[in-house]
Antibody
Framework: QVQLVQSGAEVKKPGASVKVSCKASGYTFTTYYMHWLRQAPGQGLEWMGKINPSGGSADYAQKFQGRVSMTRDTTTSTIYMEMRSLRSEDSAVYFC??????????????WGQGTLVTVSS | DIQMTQSPFSLSASVGDRVTITCRASENIITFLNWYQHKPGKAPKLLIYTASTLQSGVPSRFSGSGSGTDFTLTIRSLQPEDFATYFCQQSYNTPWTFGQGTKVEVK
């Protein structure tokens, strides 16, 4: 069965970087685009960007361009999201999600369980 | 960006109740509207896509309707496992945007 398992919670200081992982299993890793999203406390979900696990190319929401990098490792079927220059407003639960094939674009058919990132001095 | 507004923010219901949640888009998104269910600490789950198509494996008590800017998620007869937060998402244009969520709680 399809599983997306994310790395554990992180606590970071302002100005630091964080790297969250999402390990996929149960399907052909390179077939499906993968997305990163986040949800700050009391807020709705926010889309951050997507990566093509096949070629490694990534597209970012304008808000995160220059501060976020999305990469993948095909040998371990894992994608990564790195965010730099963290600030308190980046405290949120970060999710990876798979974009379904044969479904409209940006229809997320499987999600990770979420990774809590806390930015605090 | 397309703004997605859900209502209500939360609701209290009993097992067996019919529950209706609405989602309004700030512009015409045709039927590019998805619904998800989210339970605390779990992965969100896709329920409905393109406004009314039930995702494989989702019980038929869930249904979606609407087009343009106004959409509805209906749970025909609420079951104990349905107490969760539901949120909508537009898949019409980037950046993909979401409603704030509706928490369905036990009455």
């Amino acid at each position: 069965q399809v599983q997306l398992v994310q790395s554990g919670a992180e606590v970071k200081k302002p100005g630091a970087s964080v790297k969250v992982s999402c390990k996929a299993s149960g399907y052909t890793f390179t077939t499906y685009y993968m997305h990163w999203l986040r949800q700050a406390p009391g807020q709705g979900l926010e889309w951050m960007g997507k990566i093509n696990p096949s070629g490694g190319s990534a597209d970012y929401a304008q808000k995160f361009q220059g501060r976020v990098s999305m990469t993948r490792d095909t040998t371990t079927s894992t994608i990564y999201m790195e965010m730099r220059s963290l600030r308190s407003e980046d405290s949120a639960v970060y999710f990876c999600a798979r974009e379904g094939v044969g479904l409209p674009a940006a229809t997320f058919d499987y999600w990770g369980q979420g990774t809590l990132v806390t930015v605090s001095s | 960006d397309i703004q997605m507004t859900q209502s209500p923010f939360s609701l209290s219901a009993s097992v067996g109740d019919r529950v209706t949640i609405t989602c309004r888009a700030s512009e015409n998104i045709i039927t590019f509207l998805n619904w998800y269910q989210h339970k605390p600490g779990k992965a969100p789950k896709l329920l409905i896509y393109t406004a009314s198509t039930l995702q494989s494996g989702v019980p038929s008590r869930f249904s979606g309707s609407g087009s343009g800017t106004d959409f509805t998620l209906t749970i025909r007869s609420l079951q104990p496992e349905d107490f969760a937060t539901y949120f909508c998402q537009q898949s019409y244009n980037t950046p993909w945007t979401f409603g704030q969520g509706t928490k369905v709680e036990v009455k």
